[in-house]
């Protein structure tokens, strides 16, 4: 009994002090925290859980480990009671979107500083994906999260010039959760394109326009400095020209006829290069 005794208040101080390290951003040293209160009590749902939010904070563009926080968190729901099990899918499912949102942004400002590092802002992108996608079988009610993965695949082509399997992948992705996200909301509209101008000017997505551009944007542009710096200055001032001209017709044929279409006609002889290619 006070070998037992000894053992509870060891676990109970590494979880207290885990918990203050997470507090104060210490994720490593929360995780080292939570690994001894697991080397304690292998079953325990809070360590467990601790533990994959910690390894989640602790991921780099480099090296993520989102997967790992997955892990972590689908063994706290395993392990809990079943009165605790729903609460803590919840939890788990936005501690991870939360993570994964992170690591994204970290990837695509790494990008922006650096284009020739496409290659491993992509598999922390994927992981991001992969997270999303297992986080949706936690809480599969939840819009937001949805909303986060079609965010996401919608940027996949502009931001990191996806390889063809990699935009079959998202596209495998949008397709999913569009769905899925209707049958919860008929009502809803999934995020805009990037193509913002375009898209507004000409009423819609499904337009020869509309793809065209981004055909150009992801096939040509993404590649080279100056047309990466458009497409960011582009994300950047985009959609408020688009929310001006969106429900002013006169500004819309405005804009088809002096912009629009002058532009296509430069761009249309690109792209025919770029479907022989």
Request: contains cysteine; aromatic residues 10%; hydrophobic residues 40%.
């Amino acid at each position: 009994m006070t070998i037992e005794s000894e053992e509870q208040k060891k676990l109970s101080s590494f979880l207290m002090l885990a918990e203050q390290a997470d507090q104060a951003g210490n994720h490593q040293e929360a995780l080292s925290f939570y690994t001894k209160a697991l080397e304690i009590e292998p079953l325990n749902p809070d360590a467990w859980f601790g533990k994959g939010k910690a390894a989640g904070w602790c991921s780099t563009v480099g090296k993520s480990r989102l997967l790992e926080m997955v892990q972590g968190i689908s063994n706290a729901i395993k392990f809990a009671p079943e009165e605790r099990r729903a609460d803590l899918s919840v939890q788990g499912a936005i501690a991870i979107n939360r993570t994964a949102n992170a690591l994204y942004n970290a990837a695509y400002q790494l990008y922006k500083q650096d284009i020739n590092s496409r290659k491993i802002c992509w598999t922390a992108f994927e992981e991001c994906l992969r997270s999303l996608d297992a986080a949706h079988d936690l809480n599969p009610k939840s819009i937001k999260l949805m909303e986060s993965i079609l965010i996401f695949v919608n940027n996949l082509g502009p931001i990191f010039g996806a390889s063809d399997a990699q935009k079959q992948y998202s596209k495998e992705l949008q397709a999913k959760y569009q769905g899925l996200v209707k049958e919860l909301d008929p009502n809803y509209k999934p995020p805009a394109s990037s193509c913002f101008v375009v898209t507004a000017t000409m009423g819609g997505e499904s337009n020869i326009f509309v793809s065209d551009f981004r055909c150009l944007r992801d096939g040509l542009m993404v590649r080279y400095r100056p047309g990466k710096a458009f497409v960011n200055w582009y994300y950047k001032y985009g959609p408020y020209a688009a929310r001006f001209i969106e429900k002013r017709p006169a500004l819309r044929l405005a804009a088809f006829v002096l912009i629009i279409l002058p532009a296509y006609l430069v761009a249309k002889p690109i792209l025919l290069v770029l479907d022989k290619s």
